[in-house]
C-alpha cells in the first residue's frame, strides 16, 4: 500500500521513525538517478552521486519544510551541486556518507543495468508522453533543460508558484507511471 | 521495487543510528553558566542597572536548546548567529510557546538562511528556514517535530506591522477561519537576525483542517500577506 504521508511529513517523522526516509528514498530514487545519468552517461558514476545526494538529504531532512519547492526540486539541487563539485574536484563528494557512517555502496550487474533502462529515450518519451502537456513542458524545461523557474514563468506567462506546481505533479506522474510498470 | 535496496536499507540503518555528539550538551553547559552569572550579578548588585538575560524571555537563550543536525557540521553548515528567543506567547492548546530565531550560512553557498522555530514545552518543534524574511517558504501545516500529538499548527512570517492574520481552513468540506496569534517582532530581535521587524503567526487548527490559507492585514484592514500551504 502506498505510503500516505507527504515528504515534508516523511523527512519530520525521519528522527523518530527511520523507515520513514526509506519510503521517501524509494519515491524519488528513480527520477534522481535519471537525472544524474542524463549527465554523466555512467551508471555506477550516477549511482555514486545519488548515494551522497540523499545521504545529504537524510543530514537535512531536519531542516526541509513545504514551500513553493518540492522535496524532488530540493534534491535534483543537491545533486546538481554536487555534480559540479564532483567534476571541479575530480571525484565525488563522501562527506555526507562519511558523517553518517554509511558503506560503500557496491553494484551488482543487475543494479548497473536496472540504471541503465532508466535512460533508455523510448521509456522517457513514453512516460513524458503520457502526462498532461503543460506538465510535460515544465518538467522538461526545468528538470532536462535545467532552466530557472522565474524564467519558464515569464516564458509560460504564468507565475513562479504554477511553474513548481506543475514540476511536482508531473514529477509524481512520471513516478506513478515507473511504478505501475507503464 | 527499488533500483537499489541496498543503499535504501543503507540510509535507513544510518538514519536509526544516534547523532554525534551534538551542540545540545555544549548548548546546555552555556545555558548553565549564563544562569549561574547572571545570578551571581544579581546577587552582588541588585537588580537596579542589571541586565539580565535568561531562558524564556525575549532576548535570551531557548528553553530547549536547538540541537545540531545530524552530520550538519560535516556537510559545511555552519551556525553565524546563535539562537535567540525572538518573541514569546500562550497558546490556548498548546501553551506557552517561544518563537525562536537562528541563522546558518553554508548550505549551497547561497548566503545565510534565516531559521525561525516555535518551541513548545514538550519539545515539539515546527517551523522552518529561508533566504529573507517575509520567507517565501513560510507556513507551515502539520508538521511538529518531537512532543507529543497535538491540534496542526499553521505557522509563518509576515510582513510588518501585521494587525492581524485569519486562517482559513475546510474540515470536510465545512469551511472555517480562526484568528491567530500574531507576534511582532521587535527591530532589536530582528535585527539580531540581521533582517528588518517582522510579524509572525501563529494558530491552532483541528487535526483534520486542510487547504488552508492565512491572511495578514494591517491596522487599516488591508490585505498586506497572504500564504496558501501545501496539504
Given at each position: 500500500?502506498?505510503?500516505?504521508?507527504?515528504?515534508?511529513?516523511?523527512?519530520?517523522?525521519?528522527?523518530?521513525?527511520?523507515?520513514?526516509?526509506?519510503?521517501?528514498?524509494?519515491?524519488?530514487?528513480?527520477?534522481?538517478?535519471?537525472?544524474?545519468?542524463?549527465?554523466?552517461?555512467?551508471?555506477?558514476?550516477?549511482?555514486?552521486?545519488?548515494?551522497?545526494?540523499?545521504?545529504?538529504?537524510?543530514?537535512?531532512?531536519?531542516?526541509?519544510?513545504?514551500?513553493?519547492?518540492?522535496?524532488?526540486?530540493?534534491?535534483?539541487?543537491?545533486?546538481?551541486?554536487?555534480?559540479?563539485?564532483?567534476?571541479?574536484?575530480?571525484?565525488?563528494?563522501?562527506?555526507?556518507?562519511?558523517?553518517?557512517?554509511?558503506?560503500?555502496?557496491?553494484?551488482?550487474?543487475?543494479?548497473?543495468?536496472?540504471?541503465?533502462?532508466?535512460?533508455?529515450?523510448?521509456?522517457?518519451?513514453?512516460?513524458?508522453?503520457?502526462?498532461?502537456?503543460?506538465?510535460?513542458?515544465?518538467?522538461?524545461?526545468?528538470?532536462?533543460?535545467?532552466r530557472d523557474y522565474d524564467e519558464i514563468a515569464q516564458e509560460?506567462?504564468?507565475?513562479?508558484?504554477?511553474?513548481?506546481?506543475?514540476?511536482?505533479?508531473?514529477?509524481?506522474?512520471?513516478?506513478?507511471?515507473?511504478?505501475?510498470?507503464? | 521495487?527499488?533500483?537499489?535496496?541496498?543503499?535504501?536499507?543503507?540510509?535507513?540503518?544510518?538514519?536509526?543510528?544516534?547523532?554525534?555528539?551534538?551542540?545540545?550538551?555544549?548548548?546546555?553547559?552555556?545555558?548553565?553558566?549564563?544562569?549561574?552569572?547572571?545570578?551571581?550579578?544579581?546577587?552582588?548588585?541588585?537588580?537596579?542597572?542589571?541586565?539580565?538575560?535568561?531562558?524564556?524571555?525575549?532576548?535570551?537563550?531557548?528553553?530547549?536548546?536547538?540541537?545540531?543536525?545530524?552530520?550538519?557540521?560535516?556537510?559545511?553548515?555552519?551556525?553565524?548567529?546563535?539562537?535567540?528567543?525572538?518573541?514569546?506567547?500562550?497558546?490556548?492548546?498548546?501553551?506557552?510557546?517561544?518563537?525562536?530565531?537562528?541563522?546558518?550560512?553554508?548550505?549551497?553557498?547561497?548566503?545565510?538562511?534565516?531559521?525561525?522555530?516555535?518551541?513548545?514545552?514538550?519539545?515539539?518543534?515546527?517551523?522552518?528556514?529561508?533566504?529573507?524574511?517575509?520567507?517565501?517558504?513560510?507556513?507551515?501545516?502539520?508538521?511538529?517535530?518531537?512532543?507529543?500529538?497535538?491540534?496542526?499548527?499553521?505557522?509563518?512570517?509576515?510582513?510588518?506591522?501585521?494587525?492581524?492574520?485569519?486562517?482559513?481552513?475546510?474540515?470536510?468540506?465545512?469551511?472555517?477561519?480562526?484568528?491567530?496569534?500574531?507576534?511582532?517582532?521587535?527591530?532589536?530581535?530582528?535585527?539580531?537576525?540581521?533582517?528588518?521587524?517582522?510579524?509572525?503567526?501563529?494558530?491552532?487548527?483541528?487535526?483534520?483542517?486542510?487547504?488552508?490559507?492565512?491572511?495578514?492585514?494591517?491596522?487599516?484592514?488591508?490585505?498586506?500577506?497572504?500564504?496558501?500551504?501545501?496539504?
Open positions: 500500500m502506498t505510503d500516505p504521508r507527504t515528504d515534508a511529513e516523511l523527512l519530520a517523522a525521519t528522527s523518530g521513525d527511520p523507515a520513514a526516509f526509506g519510503v521517501f528514498y524509494e519515491r524519488h530514487e528513480e527520477v534522481i538517478l535519471l537525472f544524474l545519468l542524463h549527465r554523466t552517461r555512467d551508471p555506477e558514476l550516477a549511482a555514486d552521486l545519488a548515494s551522497e545526494t540523499f545521504a545529504q538529504a537524510l543530514t537535512h531532512a531536519y531542516r526541509f519544510r513545504p514551500g513553493p519547492t518540492p522535496a524532488v526540486g530540493w534534491l535534483i539541487g543537491i545533486a546538481r551541486n554536487l555534480l559540479a563539485m564532483s567534476r571541479r574536484r575530480g571525484r565525488v563528494e563522501e562527506r555526507a556518507r562519511r558523517a553518517l557512517g554509511m558503506q560503500r555502496l557496491g553494484l551488482s550487474d543487475e543494479a548497473i543495468e536496472r540504471i541503465e533502462s532508466l535512460g533508455e529515450e523510448q521509456n522517457i518519451a513514453r512516460l513524458l508522453a503520457q502526462l498532461p502537456a503543460e506538465q510535460r513542458d515544465a518538467v522538461l524545461a526545468r528538470v532536462v533543460a535545467e509560460l506567462a504564468c507565475s513562479e508558484q504554477v511553474v513548481r506546481k506543475r514540476v511536482s505533479r508531473g514529477l509524481a506522474g512520471l513516478r506513478s507511471a515507473m511504478e505501475a510498470g507503464t | 521495487m527499488s533500483i537499489l535496496p541496498d543503499l535504501r536499507d543503507e540510509l535507513v540503518a544510518a538514519a536509526a543510528r544516534p547523532a554525534p555528539r551534538s551542540l545540545v550538551h555544549r548548548a546546555r553547559r552555556q545555558r548553565r553558566t549564563v544562569m549561574l552569572a547572571a545570578a551571581m550579578t544579581l546577587a552582588l548588585s541588585g537588580t537596579a542597572g542589571a541586565v539580565l538575560i535568561a531562558a524564556g524571555v525575549v532576548g535570551g537563550e531557548p528553553t530547549t536548546p536547538v540541537p545540531e543536525v545530524r552530520g550538519e557540521q560535516a556537510s559545511g553548515m555552519t551556525r553565524t548567529r546563535a539562537a535567540r528567543i525572538v518573541a514569546t506567547a500562550t497558546l490556548p492548546s498548546s501553551g506557552p510557546i517561544e518563537i525562536v530565531g537562528y541563522t546558518m550560512r553554508g548550505y549551497g553557498g547561497r548566503g545565510e538562511l534565516i531559521c525561525v522555530d516555535v518551541a513548545m514545552r514538550d519539545g515539539t518543534k515546527a517551523g522552518g528556514c529561508d533566504f529573507g524574511i517575509p520567507a517565501r517558504a513560510a507556513g507551515l501545516l502539520g508538521t511538529r517535530v518531537g512532543g507529543s500529538p497535538g491540534p496542526k499548527l499553521a505557522v509563518g512570517a509576515t510582513r510588518a506591522p501585521a494587525s492581524s492574520v485569519d486562517v482559513r481552513f475546510s474540515v470536510a468540506g465545512e469551511q472555517r477561519v480562526r484568528r491567530a496569534e500574531v507576534l511582532n517582532v521587535t527591530e532589536d530581535s530582528a535585527q539580531a537576525l540581521g533582517t528588518s521587524p517582522f510579524s509572525y503567526y501563529v494558530a491552532e487548527l483541528p487535526a483534520e483542517a486542510e487547504q488552508a490559507v492565512a491572511t495578514a492585514r494591517d491596522e487599516q484592514g488591508n490585505q498586506i500577506w497572504a500564504h496558501q500551504f501545501d496539504g
